[in-house]
């Protein structure tokens, strides 16, 4: 079992920047892969980006691509998104999820509590 824990979320105006990060224990949580994703109000999860045990793989949600960059510290085990030109529409609660790799909420099995992002036009 995976602990996940999100911090780094905040109000920042349209254009601007925040980095997320996603601290993970567990004696295995080096070796699993993790995802972002996210819920805005109404909305379902979606998911936002993905990157491999090893940080050589990663997948991105088009909406985010060019924007939003995901990277991981194994020595810290801690998974970083770092995202810029922030848009009204990324407003959402973001979730940290570790043990898959896929791009539906199914396809991970550890989950954090999540941070809240709130874009101001």
């Known amino acids: 079992q995976v602990q996940l824990v999100e911090s780094g979320g905040g109000l920042v105006q349209a254009g601007g920047s925040l980095r997320l990060s996603c601290a993970a224990s567990?004696?295995?949580?080096?070796?699993?892969?993790m995802g972002w994703f996210r819920q805005g109000p109404g909305k379902e999860r979606e998911f936002v980006a993905a990157?491999?045990?090893?940080?050589?793989?990663?997948n991105y949600a088009d909406s985010v691509k060019g924007r939003f960059t995901i990277s991981r510290d194994n020595a810290k085990i801690t998974v970083y998104l770092q995202m810029h030109m922030l848009k009204p529409e990324d407003t959402a609660l973001y979730y940290c999820a570790a043990g898959g790799w896929g791009t539906t909420r199914y396809d991970y099995t550890n989950w954090g509590q999540g941070t809240q992002v709130t874009v101001s036009s």
């Open positions: 567990g004696h295995t949580a080096s070796s699993y892969n």
């Open positions: 990157i491999s045990w090893s940080g050589g793989s990663t």
